[in-house]
């Protein structure tokens, strides 16, 4: 089938290349990276500009004005359908930018949110690629009342919005449309050192309710990349970021009430039984950063602040053959994070899960690229006393790249993990090749060294057989990737292999033993001039073998997809598959539909519903593995009655039941095999831009048939270990005053109530049984940071 599938995929490929072609050479719109865009020249102020002065039009400096901002999405090179004007000046300290933004009286989407939550708002930003490499840029981003975001754009990985910067802005809302300052410090920016710089620049803006993305200069979608497209800006001159360090010290007072189920894989230190236990936390510590050269980042951390604040969101965690990925979300992780990405993730920082000191390096040398990190860990050592593990792990990893050519680049990474006399040492090789506008190519190689002891439950892999205790083994993992991206066709074929004896202890690689390859396609006609902003079909498969070439899955899937504008989306999609799980094959389907849209300005909704056959992965206690009907509900919406309140729903629920020919002996189709439902209801309000009070209650719940599922498995305990418990009702309440990245205080608490029951007695034992009536954890915290810069 795979085959068949890849050949219908190339030859889809070539029709649709051939009539992007003719679509292009039809389209009256400025031609794509035709001829080169003039330099122009930002002039330098002696006074700087204020929002006021464009309020009531009183003299100014003189300034570069911006007049031609052409669409991206939806009509490609078309003239906006709003006037925007931009005025870009100088002086010794900040880059200015204004946006003047035309628009119907009432039509503005705007409302007053916390940093980075403005997703349904119009607004305006800035990109600066300030190195003039063509790989990446600052991005700086304003809703029209002044709420902020910030990202680092890289090309082949998108937007890191997790970068966090000091700048200035303001906005204001006007008869005619809003107004939007930019004041952006040359410190916060990283570039080379010199008298002159020109640097790459473009201006966007966003029109939620048309779907309508535009830029200045024009930016197409009929090519791969974006930086590569910026207008080059001179007139520069006589600035550098000069003398950056910055100094955050953070307290943290916390008490904690929770029920303790410890465990101990040592048999001569047995965990205590499970009993509340009550806990006071009190702990300081100091994150410093300084800037060399203009362009390199130097943070040392000291008792690291890891705590974190935001939750994470939910997802469905039951029936999961495969470990699911949560994101990071601790703020010295995710800054920076980018510098050592790679194809495959080799770096998955939640691995690291109780530092207590580290330091790393980020920046960039001309066409170097460079990222190092040394931390500890105290987590693995914790249960032991004494003895060679009572210790700590120590981390590190190393991120080096070199651009060439056009957006292209060839990189090295190497990670290790020694704890006690155990080690997990990660080396590889990737490059990212652009062949042309639309052709880009990624591939990796890797090697690793892995020494575990297999007394001490460590299973990172599976060792055949040991004669000792420490084990040792090596193994590879290979990936490939070739994709072609235009405005109406969009490609890409995958390769990846896994070896049985891959291992990265730093890294999120949920599956090893397998040779997997993939291929999408999809073709969109675009519309000129319509309510419709694109539609078409789009098609995908996946093969994967074992190394010892035993098939193991595959798949194969047709959707159709419909976008309109008021970011409203429709698609529909059938997929037929093939898995082998515990030697017994499945065949299964899926039909899935999802409707989206965000029809005014105080409502957004989407919703989606899919039915097919699945596996159970834990049966029961005597039952193999079995296939059953599989029904899935994801909805959710968000109300904004007022420019400072909002409500985020999400509902997802998730239900397994027999089904005629597969069912066990002795039940019936139609049983619950198992109902799986969470929901979470988060509310905000932004009193001021800094200030705001955050409400989340979380439900979750599994009801499942004891005779079919195996459910404190499924749920991801294991014998002897603590039980987890089966239905969950959480309260979240976080205040939060945000003067900017690195001075805040947040006051929490939160409290937890679950199923779960403590009975005492000379044998202390817990159970989970009935409602989530009861509380097993509440926790209270104050924390406190503050940014000092020089």
């Known amino acids: 089938m795979g085959p068949l599938v890849r050949n219908c995929f190339l030859g889809i490929l070539v029709a649709c290349a051939a009539a992007e072609r003719v679509s292009a050479q039809a389209t009256a719109a400025p031609p794509p ?31 570069l004005k911006v007049t031609d901002f052409r669409q991206n999405t939806p009509g490609d090179g078309a003239p906006a359908t709003e006037r925007t004007t931009a005025f870009l000046s100088y002086d010794d300290k900040n880059l200015y930018v204004v946006f003047l933004c035309h628009d119907e009286p009432g039509q503005v989407r705007a409302h007053l949110s916390k940093r980075e939550d403005s997703d349904q708002d119009d607004g305006v930003g800035v990109l600066l690629d300030t190195f003039l490499d063509l790989h990446r840029a600052y991005y700086f981003f304003s809703n029209p009342l002044g709420v902020q975001t910030d990202a680092i754009y890289t090309e082949g990985q998108g937007f890191d919005f997790s970068f966090d910067t000091l700048w200035d802005n303001s906005g204001r809302v006007t008869n005619d449309g809003y107004i939007v300052f930019f004041s952006i410090p040359f410190k916060s920016l990283r570039f080379s050192h ?58 943290i007072l916390a008490s904690d009430h929770f029920l303790n189920q410890s465990f101990s894989a040592n048999p001569a230190n047995p965990a205590p039984p499970p009993a509340f236990m009550d806990q006071f936390e009190h702990r300081a510590g100091l994150d410093a950063k ?37 994101p990071e979300k601790r703020p010295f992780f995710i800054e920076n994070a980018g510098f050592f990405v790679t194809p495959i993730d080799l770096f998955f920082s939640r691995q690291i899960a109780d530092p207590q000191f580290g330091t790393r390096m980020t920046g960039k040398l001309g066409k170097w690229t460079l990222g190092a990190l040394v931390i500890d860990d105290r987590q693995p050592g914790q249960g032991f ?36 006399d155990t080690s997990n040492r990660v080396a ?102 319509s309510k419709i902003v694109d539609f078409g079909p789009s098609v995908s498969e996946t093969v994967d073998w074992n190394h010892n070439n035993v098939l193991q899955d595959w798949s194969a899937a047709v959707g159709f997809q419909v976008d309109l504008t008021k970011q409203t989306t429709f698609n529909i999609s059938r997929g037929e598959a093939y898995e082998l799980f515990d030697n017994i094959g499945f065949r299964k389907h899926s039909t899935s539909v999802l409707a ?16 097919g056959i699945g596996e159970n992965f834990f049966p029961a206690p005597g039952l193999l593995p079995f296939l059953a009907n599989t029904r899935r509900v994801n909805f959710g919406f968000t109300l904004r009655p007022s420019a400072r309140f909002r409500l985020d729903e999400t509902l997802i629920y998730s239900r397994l039941g027999t089904r005629a020919g597969s069912t066990p002996q002795g039940f019936a189709p139609g049983h619950n095999v198992f109902n799986n439902y969470l929901n979470r209801a988060k509310l905000n309000y932004q009193f001021t831009k800094e200030l705001s009070l955050r409400l989340i209650l979380d439900y979750n719940a599994t009801i499942a048939n004891a005779g079919l599922v195996d459910l404190q498995t499924n749920l991801g305990s294991f014998d002897g270990g603590p039980i987890v418990p089966t239905k969950q009702f959480t309260t979240d309440v976080l205040f939060t005053y945000l003067l900017h990245p690195g001075t805040a205080v947040y006051l929490g608490y939160n409290n937890g109530y679950t199923d779960l029951m403590l009975h005492p007695g000379a044998s202390p034992f817990v159970n989970a049984q009935g409602a989530p009536n009861n509380s097993t954890s509440w926790l209270f915290f104050v924390k406190l940071s503050y940014l000092f810069r020089f």
Not at 44 to 63: M, N
Not at 459 to 468: D, G, P, V
């Open 385 to 420: 006393t004494s003895g060679p593990y009572n210790t700590r792990a120590v981390d590190g990893v190393v991120r080096v790249t070199r651009e060439f050519g056009e957006q292209s680049y060839i990189g090295g990474f190497f990670s290790s993990r020694d704890f006690a």
């Open 290 to 326: 300084l800037v060399l050269k203009d362009s390199l980042t130097f943070d040392v951390t000291l008792n690291p602040d890891f705590s974190q604040v935001e939750s994470d969101d939910p997802q469905v965690t039951v029936n999961q053959r495969f470990a699911v990925f949560f």
């Open 33 to 63: 990276n035709g001829a080169k865009i003039p330099l122009s020249r930002i002039p330098r102020v002696h006074q700087a500009p204020k929002l006021q002065d464009f309020l009531e039009d009183h003299p100014r400096d003189a300034e």
């Open 194 to 251: 010199g008298s002159e710089h020109t640097w790459g620049i473009a201006l966007y803006r966003t029109i939620l309710r048309k779907s309508e993305n535009d830029y200045w200069p024009y930016v197409t979608q009929r090519v791969e990349g974006l930086t590569q497209q910026f207008a080059p800006v001179g007139g520069i001159e006589n600035v550098s970021p000069g003398r950056n360090i910055q100094l955050i010290p953070y307290g």
């Open 428 to 529: 590889s090789l990737d490059a990212r090749l652009k062949f042309s506008k639309n052709w880009v190519v990624d591939f990796q190689g890797v090697h690793s060294w892995t020494r575990q002891d297999l007394n001490a439950g460590q299973n990172c892999l599976s060792f055949a057989s040991s004669n000792s205790a420490i084990g040792s083994q090596q193994g590879n993992a290979l990936w490939a990737d070739a994709s072609y991206t235009g405005r109406h066709v969009s490609f890409a074929a995958n390769y990846n292999d896994f070896s049985p004896n891959f291992c990265t202890e730093l890294g999120f690689v949920n599956r090893i033993d397998i040779r997997q390859n993939n291929s999408f396609g999809g073709y969109f006609w675009r519309p000129n001039k």
């Open 596 to 611: 989206a849209t965000q029809p005014y300005k105080w409502i957004s909704f989407t919703a989606r519903y899919t039915q």
